[in-house]
């Protein structure tokens, strides 16, 4: 079965860049979309299709796919984006990553 | 505005069969070409697709619960359910309802609040 992998955690500080990856074969092949959870909370996609935007969400979140990685981009990350972030894509059956935690120190 | 809502008993036990509503309002689950779909996340875990209903009827679910799912339509109440049989404390779980977009891409752009089944005797 397809596989998707996530680091475990990402720190970055206030104002600074945070990139998370998501790692699958020939994932560029595939689109991705991106959740953010944050604690006790349901997830909301802040990516789709590799790189939309859903309405609502800030300019300051980006997504890239290439090769066998996808990249979720938080430019000038705030405090309030202190989450969980999960990739997913489609493989026969949806595929989830195992999420990242992303810390703002 | 397009809103879901779990709903069901939050305490199962062993060998019996979980059984959850979800409630849709802002968009019609038979009229639109939408799948509907159940997702869950055990606790301190990462989210797991358990299976979708498309507007038609048809299923689809994941390979490894695929025995004891069934997932259906209400449509006269615009609600959709899961039903999992023969559970285990394995099957712990917040568990959310949610609707595929109707982009290009299977991607999940509503969300339920989730609701908390817990299976113990």
């Known amino acids: 079965s397809y596989e998707l992998t996530q680091p475990p955690s990402v720190s970055v500080s206030p104002g600074q860049t945070a990139s998370i990856t998501c790692s699958g074969n020939?994932?560029?092949?595939?689109?991705v979309c991106w959740y953010q959870q944050k604690a006790g909370q349901s997830p909301v996609m802040v990516i789709y299709?590799?790189?939309k935007r859903p309405s609502g969400i800030p300019e300051r979140f980006s997504g890239s796919n290439s090769g066998n990685t996808a990249t979720l981009t938080i430019s000038g990350t705030q405090a309030l984006d202190e989450a969980d972030y999960y990739c997913?894509?489609?493989?026969?059956?949806?595929?989830f990553g195992g999420g990242t935690k992303l810390t703002v120190l | 505005q397009v809103q879901l809502q779990e709903s069901g008993p939050g305490l199962v036990r062993p060998s019996q069969t979980l059984s959850l509503t979800c409630s849709v309002s802002g968009a019609s689950i038979s009229g639109d070409s939408y799948y509907w779909s159940w997702i869950r996340q055990h606790p301190g875990k990462g989210l797991e697709w358990i299976g979708y209903i498309y507007y038609s009827g048809s299923t689809y679910y994941k390979q490894s619960l695929k025995s004891r799912i069934i997932i259906s339509l209400d449509t006269s109440k615009n609600q959709f359910s899961l039903n999992l049989s023969s559970v285990t404390a394995a099957d712990t779980a917040v568990y959310y309802c949610?609707?595929?977009?109707?982009?290009?891409?299977?991607?999940?752009?509503?969300w339920g609040q989730g609701t908390l089944v817990t299976v113990s005797s």
């Open positions: 997913q894509t489609w493989d026969s059956s949806v595929v």
């Open positions: 949610a609707r595929v977009g109707s982009g290009a891409d299977v991607s999940f752009d509503y």
């Open positions: 020939k994932l560029e092949d595939k689109y």
């Open positions: 299709q590799d790189k």
